[in-house]
């Protein structure tokens, strides 16, 4: 499922614990959230999910759900 995998890379990028990581959480909630772990966090997803984010639709990729989002946009294209 691409919500558990997302998430599952983001707290492994992050190094903090899965269950901290909701659909809510974004950019900035949490230190480890900042904006280089933003572009650790994009740049693993594309790598291990085998997508490529349009370069115009970086800015907006700051919450889990908007990864969500994306991801299945794109896989589903």
Do not use: H, Y
């Not at 949490?30 to 997508?51: M, Y």
């Amino acid at each position: 499922m691409i919500e558990s995998r997302v998430k599952e890379i983001i707290a492994r990028v992050l190094n903090v614990d899965v269950d901290r990581v909701t659909c809510q959480l974004s950019s900035g909630d949490i230190p480890e959230w900042d904006s280089v772990g933003n572009l650790a966090i994009i740049s693993t997803i594309e790598q291990e999910l085998e997508v490529e984010f349009p370069l115009e639709d970086l800015f907006d990729l700051t919450s889990v759900q908007s990864l969500i989002d994306e991801v299945t946009r794109l896989t589903n294209v």
